[in-house]
């Protein structure tokens, strides 16, 4: 039987998962919001 205790003592994180979540996180990419919120003040002409 599994003992999940001793797997979990054992675990370390992959290096590559932490690279990618740095680089999800410092990622400053445009989403939907942002999208939508330019579309409007181009229609209202505010920009």
Known sequence: M???DEEIKK????L?????????Y???????TDVMSE???ELKGDK
């Open 11 to 14: 675990f370390h994180p992959s």
């Open 39 to 41: 579309m409007v003040g």
């Open 26 to 32: 410092n990622n400053n990419i445009s989403d939907i």
């Open 16 to 24: 590559e998962i932490e690279e990618a979540e740095d680089a999800i």
């Open 2 to 4: 599994i003992n999940f």
